[in-house]
């Protein structure tokens, strides 16, 4: 690479950390026209692209990047967590596999790879579990514990339990988190969070503000961190990221405290033989169905494995809008990323058979995908004019998103949580497709909570006949949407007190049985 591009790379990164990542954007390209053999200013290029929202432009500068340096892992897996943002599925999983393949130890291409593989309907459940098993042995095998795993007291009353987490602040997982912290019992159990990311807000204020106490462990190594959890003594490590982005596995996979347990952030096994327990519930992954793709033993608990807490004021349930539109609106509202082909094909099969119905999409981040969205829904018989796409907002929901939408359409086969939960509390009813693994049953242990399952189907056929019989039944409709708050909220998954109890209890169960 030549001296006056390598120069104006130096430059970019200074502008970019002094002014923000569009200052550094010129001097990118002019390294990249200076010097076009040259992997280094696509790279930055792209990744300056991707900050700025920007998944199209990414992904051109990523394949450039790669075409000069196609055994790279970082820029096959910048590539690939570009496509998956942009929901093109199949191109995410290409280039995360090339990413591990060619790195194994590079954990983040592991655990994207894994966390993308729960969107695509090309893959079984068992299929799943295999691939993170195996990867869980040899993950294990280079990451063991110095020490002999420490024995636990089972007559111990005051549990010490860490929290590990990158989530801490206005993210889905607070969501969840929040009750169990704000409800806990402080006569049992005392709770130290240890904060994996250097972002913070009000939420994590809150979160704080009910701690114990609180570690921001951000630039610790792997060392640092078991030695600082050692020396708070703690007896239970939650994880709350699985393989999500951020993940501290590594410190779970050497033994940092005596029972180790993962809940919330991922659907699924971790596939570390370290990690005791995961907590979930037997609707979302049934007693003895699941189990055998698990390394972690499976701690249910009653009613669900989430209470939710909305954050901050939320709007007033609106009149059904069909009423006043004339026409029903679907809307979805999870991301992208989780758009299969399966679902797209129920999507059709709804709009032609509502046929003055409108669909609405949220979350889509790419022109270009948008448009091929449409465009598979017009070969379909749709027709363009029928689909809504609102514009990409990164701040936290307020409930305002759903404004003007009838009826909103799960994700399959990764169904959604936090946007299930956040449509039901705003009145507005959720129909799902549910599988056989804890991502794409999670739809069916809420729906089930709140004592609305029927409109949960087990196949594309009957998700297609749910949503349009609702669609078709404007008093159903609305009678649904008058109640769905008060329903929500007189159910477990508003009943803070219980379900930290139920949590507490889980713990402890976990721990006496270690």
């Not at 993940?247 to 971790?270: C, D, E, H």
Request: aromatic content about 8%; some cysteine; glycine content about 8%.
């Amino acid at each position: 690479m030549s001296t006056d591009a390598n120069e104006l790379i130096a430059e970019g990164l200074r502008r970019r950390q002094e002014h923000g990542v569009a200052a550094a954007l010129d001097y990118f390209k002019r390294a990249a026209q200076l010097d076009p053999d040259s992997h280094l200013p696509f790279f930055m290029l792209g990744n300056a692209a991707s900050e700025l929202g920007e998944l199209d432009a990414a992904v051109m500068h990523f394949e450039r990047a790669r075409h000069l340096r196609p055994y790279n892992h970082v820029i096959r897996f910048n590539l690939g967590l570009s496509h998956l943002a942009r929901g093109d599925i199949d191109a995410a999983l290409k280039e995360l596999q090339a990413a591990r393949e060619i790195e194994p130890a590079y954990l983040p291409a592991q655990s994207c790879y894994f966390l993308a593989l729960h969107s695509s309907d090309r893959f079984e459940p068992e299929q799943i579990a295999t691939e993170i098993g195996e990867w869980g042995k040899s993950f294990g095998m280079n990451h063991r514990a110095a020490g002999g795993r420490p024995r636990p007291d089972p007559a111990a009353e005051l549990l010490r339990v860490g929290f590990l987490s990158g989530d801490l602040r206005a993210h889905s997982v607070a969501h969840f988190l929040e009750p169990i912290v704000a409800a806990r019992d402080p006569g049992g159990f005392r709770y130290v969070f240890y904060d994996t990311s250097t972002e913070q807000d009000e939420v994590t204020a809150r979160l704080r503000a009910c701690a114990d106490d609180w570690r921001e462990v951000a630039q610790l190594t792997d060392a640092e961190l078991i030695d600082q959890i050692s020396r708070d003594g703690i007896d239970i490590l939650v994880d709350l990221s699985g393989h999500t982005h951020g993940n501290r596995l590594t410190v779970f996979a050497r033994r940092a405290a005596p029972v180790q347990v993962t809940y919330l952030g991922f659907p699924n096994s971790t596939g570390l033989s370290s990690m005791d327990y995961r907590i979930t519930d037997s609707v979302a992954d049934p007693d003895g169905v699941t189990d055998a793709g698990h390394s972690e033993k499976l701690l249910r608990l009653p009613d669900s494995q989430w209470c939710y807490r909305p954050f901050g004021a939320v709007p007033a349930v609106e009149n059904l809008p069909a009423r006043r539109a004339g026409f029903i609106t679907f809307g979805s509202f999870n991301s992208v990323s989780k758009l299969s082909d399966t679902l797209l094909g129920c999507w059709a099969q709804i709009l032609l058979r509502s046929p003055t119905s409108r669909l609405r999409l949220t979350r889509i981040r790419s022109a270009q995908r948008t448009a091929e969205i449409i465009a598979a829904l017009e070969r379909q018989g749709v027709a363009a004019g029928r689909i809504d796409c609102d514009p990409h907002r990164s701040e936290p929901p307020t409930g305002s998103q759903f404004a003007g939408v009838d009826i909103a359409l799960d994700h399959y086969p990764y169904n959604g949580v936090t946007t299930t939960c956040e449509s039901l509390y705003c009145g507005v009813p959720v129909v799902s497709l549910h599988g056989r693994h804890c991502a794409s049953r999670s739809g069916l242990s809420i729906l089930s909570c709140i004592g609305l399952g029927e409109l949960v189907a087990s196949t594309p056929e009957a998700y297609v006949d749910i949503a349009v019989a609702l669609a078709n039944d404007l008093k159903r409709l609305e009678d649904l949407r008058s109640s769905l708050r008060a329903r929500f909220e007189q159910s477990p998954l508003r009943d803070e007190k219980r379900f930290a109890a139920n949590f507490e209890q889980a713990l402890r169960t976990g721990w006496r049985a270690s």
